[in-house]
């Protein structure tokens, strides 16, 4: 790997489009009375208690422009990106419905050609939704219902944990956007198969606490999981494993079709990324969770801060006062 201004790229991150559009949760949360309610109302999704487990309950809504450049694979991510949501709570999915709105039949297709994809290799029905195919312009939003027996949370986080990135290398980016795509030409056997590792590691008691990576890709995303659990993190560049040719700048904001941030005790990292190894999923330590309010990257001796949460907070939301972080 070549040298590393981690000031220069600390600086470039703390700026970065992806990170900026997650300040908008905050903002929406306090003008809708999000906090303060008996029922968490985010995280990766909110958490219902039912029985002897939870409900997992979200909606992904899609940047126009991705829709209009590629509404084929929009329409697969619509189902693809809930399904990561429910995963990273240590869920497991149990069916979408969706919103598409298009100009005319032909609008439509690709898009509900793309759910209707990914919905049969991921094995998550499509249950129902609402169309539009009157409309001037592409749009698109697709919600998930999932449960889960034990919840990962982006609350659980503790100083002295160790912060695991398990992504999928086994794809490419889908240009001219960050997105890592490595699950269209993949067998539906083996997604399936992969997205039980993340509830069998809640439910064997290995993590309390995950995100999947988002659009704010591995920084955003630790930012946004070190906010919520009212602690730092310091993330080892040299660490973090990376695809062939991809830059490390480009990496640390990527979106993948399978990428998840754990906090995990020291004692069993071996068994999380032992787990992951096994299916040919990349999966490495590089960072650690300390106590504070910065997320900061470290290179040998060399430290930058990126944000610190207290003095400039992403969210505005905590667990303190029952709202969740999205």
Known sequence: MAAINIKTLAAKLSTSSGIAAKQDIGTIAARLGLQGQQIAVG??????????????????????????????????????????????????????????????????????????????????????GHTNIRSERGQLSVAILGRARKLLTSFDAKPGDVLVAAIDHRGRYREPFNNWEAAT?????????????????????????????????????AIMLAECS????????TAIPLPAGVSLDRWLVTFPSFGYLLSVAPEDVADVVTRFSARGISAAVVGA??????????????????????????????????????
Not at 294 to 304: H, I, K, Y
């Open 43 to 128: 995280d990766d999704c909110a958490a219902l208690p039912d029985g002897d487990g939870y409900l997992l309950f979200a909606i992904e809504g899609f940047m126009n422009e991705f829709v209009a450049a590629n509404p084929w694979f929009a329409g697969w991510c619509g189902v693809m990106v809930n399904i990561s949501d429910v995963v990273a709570m240590g869920g497991r999915p149990i069916a979408v419905v969706d919103a598409v709105w298009a100009s005319g039949e032909a609008g439509a297709t690709p898009v509900l050609e793309g759910m209707r994809a990914a919905s049969s290799a991921f094995g998550v029905p499509i249950v129902g």
């Open 185 to 221: 030409d993949a067998a539906p056997a083996r997604l399936r198969g992969d997205l039980e590792l993340l509830p069998e590691i809640a439910e064997a008691g290995l993590a309390l606490s995950a995100k999947d990576i988002s659009q704010g890709g591995i920084v955003g995303t």
């Open 230 to 237: 009212h602690v730092g993190i310091d993330i080892d560049v």
């Open 289 to 326: 969770v300390v106590a504070g309010a910065q997320v900061a990257l470290v290179d040998g001796e060399s430290r930058a801060v990126v944000r610190n949460h207290a003095e400039t907070p992403l969210l505005q939301l905590g667990r303190q006062d029952l709202a969740a972080c999205a």
